[in-house]
């Protein structure tokens, strides 16, 4: 409510302000009719907008001269320099309210008050008898506004902005950002230059500050959105004959102003579905046990670049039963696989389009044009809804919206060699067109391919954009990327290849363009240079792919899926040597495509960068590493990290057979049936056992070691370093160990425990340590820490 | 009427734009291609942080010869909130009108005909002051 209020007084404000020539311009002629009205106007708004907030001092004299200048405007009472003088002294007395208002003081009626209102009243009587008694209230009041107004400067804290201007702002940034990307660029050309890189990074820092606080200025609180909802509560509820609550949580959860436009429709048709169809009748509620007045509930939250809005009541839930009775007669689905679904799937039904529980339609909801609406037109501005419902209990919806409109997360593909961006959101699976697990086949005209089982559509871009026939397209060379729509109609669309992860700023095409149907916006790539934005559901309707094949056999599989949800999810790749390898999916985190120069090997130890990252490698025993690029795969135990080079990536299987245990070679569990060939399956725990790297401890021990001594700086520390140690500076006022060398001072401060080192290899016999004797010097650094961290 | 003209060859005639509306003229650089797009839109070239749809205006007018310069001028206008570049074989200078718009007898011939406002007189001599929106609604066939 505070922002409505803030709102309020602004727009108080700046009516004053606008009035402020008006009412000179009235005073040096009061029977101005055109200024009358302007007037009129504003006092007619500020008493409207105070029966709203309850100011009733405020609406007292705002009604005062309304009703005052009502009487000029009717022509039943001339407008003179005394009623001209009142209403001005009525008008800066509002100005004064706004900012006690804002300053949250209370508004007392007073002495002046009284008189202003009255100077107003006796304005006819006054006209008679005496025309300076209107005026002294109003010097009066001038007095007392004197320090009030001093205080206003303060007070004011925000100003209106036109929204044009904001977006011009952002577009400037943008500009900066990609001159900023220019320069980045000719910067790393020239080489190193310290005195240029520096105030450089600045910049930079800078740039990307300013322009998270610019998209700060587009955000607007969810309250914008929740203070209009209970109105909407209110009435549908009376309409309906149900008594409804409304309770919000996270109205300061801030969203692009663009984006809160987008989803009002939607969230307002959710909330006619609770009334409507959730929330039962008062009487029905008692009979229920429940509270007779029906809650709905609204809690939004931040999570990262998305908001979470959660939509529930408390109502009767979804009764799934006659759900599936209409998908029944509507023909969307038969009898025996509404049987076969789960509640959650039968949930689900209530997003296809032209179902609705409600058995007559009402005014209100029930005609059938609903969910499916609300679910695509959710989807378009790239969110999602779920929805969950327990019998009795309730109907929660959730849906995830991005924090604005304008950014898309999308993955950028290459046909015909330009750059495309996907959103991907739709995005499923991607898939190589080599993979054996790919089989093409054509009907009439349509490619199909079927994989996993399943036989989906297939599309080549470049056939859609018509870059490249259809017929001279070499299907196995393309990449897969495997569509799945708010429809859930899937299809695979081949790409040449598939590049990046990209977060892009869509920007609106040319009505020419749009035409094509076939480009949802365009984008400009850090360097400057244009890519379009593929508008997947609209190719899909062009080519009759919505609701041809629908998404019926992909259930069943999904049926099937879950019954052998015991099987283990394996990778299937070829080694080096060209020999066919399994290794268990959980462990796979990505597959890398690296060039050579990422590689260093010497000897026994091999290493890749990865983004930044020295890895282990692996799989170097089956082969040599090929020329050029190389694929890994990125291995994960759940703490440390290594990669695996192959030299192709086949595909995930399921290992349904029985693993036969070959003791011989400890590098594999086992060997296993993978369509009917056998396969090696990689042993995780001997292959981490092997490469994986020491695990940084969390919490170092703390060792002291001589200060002055250049032998225990420079190889003593690293030795103790890694062995887990921190080296203790003169500050710590504890550690857990301190090294003294004979012949040095003793290091500074307490410790627990103490190694003493001497520099001959003679035994000394004073339970000293050779200082070469590195083996002996390792082992009781190790008992210290083990001892220590126990 | 003095309004002033940007004075440019489309198809190897002199036309103008109303240079009022014309934001800049510039010299196109690279341009991404659109794939399944009429032929008259050449597809996107970056200005400032903008993508500019690039119109070939001989293309637009209906003729069968693209635009033919090696330095690429266009004239970036906004339509609709969209910018556009105007790309014409040439680009000179601006110059002022020195006479109302006049209709021709007997029309402009082919092409011309829709997309014309009409004739003015300029220093040079007459040209036909082009109209920006038939302009990239495109050839007739595509704009019907």
Redesign the interface.
């Known amino acids: 409510m505070d922002e409505l209020l803030a709102d309020f007084i602004a727009e108080t404000r700046e009516m004053l302000e606008q009035s402020g020539t008006e009412l000179v311009a009235w005073e040096a002629d009061p029977s101005d009719k055109a200024r009358i009205d302007t007037i009129f106007r504003f006092v007619h708004t500020v008493k409207g907008n105070c029966g709203f907030f309850d100011f009733p001092l405020l609406e007292k004299l705002s009604h005062a001269a309304e009703d005052a200048l009502a009487e000029c405007r009717a022509g039943r009472r001339e407008a003179d320099p005394a009623l001209v003088t009142a209403v001005l002294a009525i008008i800066d007395r509002i100005g004064e309210l706004a900012d006690l208002i804002e300053a949250g003081e209370e508004l007392v009626e007073d002495e002046n008050d009284k008189a202003l209102i009255a100077a107003l009243e006796a304005d006819a009587a006054i006209e008679v008898q005496s025309d300076v008694a209107p005026v002294e209230p109003v010097s009066d009041d001038q007095d007392d506004a004197a320090p009030t107004a001093a205080k206003r400067n303060t007070v004011q804290r925000s100003i209106r902005l036109p929204v044009d201007l904001l977006d011009e702002v952002m ?1 400037g940034v ?2 900066m ?2 001159a900023r990307n220019d320069l980045a660029r000719r910067l790393r050309e020239a080489g190193e230059q310290p005195t240029i890189d520096g105030p450089f990074e600045r910049l930079s820092a800078i740039l990307a500050d300013v322009r998270t606080s610019i998209t700060r200025m587009r955000m607007q609180r969810l309250e914008h959105l929740f203070s209009s909802l209970p109105r909407l509560v209110r009435d549908l509820s009376s309409e309906l004959g149900k008594q409804v609550m409304v309770d919000f949580e996270g109205g300061e959860v801030e969203l692009d102003r663009e984006m809160i436009e987008m989803i009002r429709d939607p969230l307002t048709h959710i909330i006619r579905n609770a009334i409507d169809h959730g929330v039962e009748t008062p009487a029905e509620r008692l009979k229920n046990g429940k509270r007779e007045i029906g809650l709905l509930r609204f809690a939004a939250r931040q999570s990262g670049n998305q908001i979470s809005l959660l939509v529930s009541d408390d109502g009767g839930g979804i009764n799934t039963e006659r759900l599936g009775q209409k998908a029944v007669a509507a023909g969307i689905y038969t009898q025996s696989e509404i049987d076969r679904m789960s509640d959650a799937q039968k949930h689900q039904l209530i997003f296809e389009p032209g179902l609705s529980t409600a058995d007559e339609v009402s005014a209100v909801s029930g005609r059938g044009v609903g969910m499916d609406v609300v679910r695509a037109n959710l989807e378009r501005v790239g969110g999602s809804i779920t929805v969950s419902s327990k019998p009795g209990e309730g109907t929660r919806f959730h849906l995830h919206l991005p924090l604005t409109l304008s950014i898309i997360a999308t993955l950028t593909v290459s046909s ?1 060699g ?1 750059n495309y961006a996907i959103p991907r959101s739709y995005i499923e699976e991607i898939v190589f067109g080599s993979a054996n697990t790919v089989e093409f086949a054509q009907a009439g005209a349509r490619r199909l391919i079927t994989f996993r089982g399943r036989r989906v559509p297939c599309l080549s871009l470049a056939d ?4 490249e026939d259809n017929e001279r397209c070499e299907w196995e060379t393309k990449t897969l990327v495997l569509v799945r729509l708010a429809s859930d109609d899937v299809f695979a669309l081949a790409v040449d290849r598939v590049h990046d992860h990209e977060d892009v700023v869509v ?7 749009m035409q ?1 149907k ?2 949802a916006g ?1 984008t ?1 790539l850090d360097d ?5 934005l593929i508008d997947l559901p609209s190719i899909a309707q062009m080519r009759g792919l919505v609701g041809e094949m629908r998404s019926k056999p992909a259930l069943a599989e999904e049926q099937a899926q879950q019954k052998t949800k015991d099987a283990v999810p394996l990778m299937l790749f070829r080694g080096l040597d060209g020999r066919r390898r399994a290794v268990r999916l959980e462990l796979v985190r990505r597959i890398d495509t690296v060039s050579c120069e990422a590689f260093d090997i010497d000897g026994k130890r091999a290493q890749a960068v990865i983004d930044g990252r020295i890895l282990p490698l692996a799989g170097l025993e089956h082969g040599t590493l090929p020329e050029g690029r190389c694929r890994l795969l990125r291995l994960s135990d759940g703490d440390s990290e290594l990669v695996y080079a192959v030299s192709e990536v086949l595909d995930a299987a399921e290992m349904t057979e029985e693993l036969v245990v070959s003791a011989e070679d400890a590098s594999i569990e086992g060997v296993t049936l993978v369509e009917g060939k056998p396969v090696p399956l990689i042993d995780g725990h001997t292959l981490f056992f092997r490469h994986s790297a020491p695990k940084r401890i969390e919490h170092p021990l703390k060792c002291r070691i001589p200060q002055d001594s250049d032998w225990a700086r420079t190889i003593l520390e690293p030795l103790v370093e890694a062995a887990g140690y921190r080296i203790a500076d003169e500050d710590d006022e504890d550690a857990d160990l301190a090294i003294e060398i004979a012949g040095n001072a003793a290091p500074h401060g307490p410790a627990k425990e103490t190694i003493r080192l001497r520099p001959d290899p003679e035994d000394a016999g004073d339970g000293s340590i050779y200082r070469y004797d590195r083996e002996s010097l390792l082992a009781e650094l190790k008992r210290v820490r083990t001892g220590r961290a126990a | 009427m003095n309004d002033l003209l940007l004075m440019c060859t489309i198809a190897g005639r002199d036309a103008a734009i109303p240079a009022l509306r014309v934001q800049t003229v510039l010299e196109i650089d ?1 341009i ?7 032929d008259f ?1 050449c597809g ?3 200005l ?4 500019l ?1 690039v ?1 070939d205006c001989a293309l637009a007018l209906g003729f069968d010869q693209p635009c033919s310069s090696p330095e690429r001028r266009a004239a970036v206008v906004e339509v ?3 910018l ?1 570049a105007l790309m014409v074989d040439s680009a000179q200078d601006v110059s002022e009108a020195r006479s109302d718009l006049v209709a021709i007898p007997g029309g402009l011939g082919e092409g011309w005909q829709r997309a014309g406002l009409g004739m003015v007189e300029t220093e040079t001599g007459p040209v036909v002051l082009v109209d920006i929106e038939k302009i ?3 050839p007739p066939a595509l704009a019907a």
């Open positions: 577009k943008s500009d950002v990609l015909g330009q859609v954009l018509g870059t920007k609106p095409i040319a009505p020419a363009i094509t076939l480009y365009t400009l400057g240079t244009p890519m379009m | 690279a991404t291609p659109i794939p399944g797009t009429p839109i996107l070239t970056p400032r942080s903008q993508a749809t119109v609709d909130g969209h556009y990239i609604a495109g």
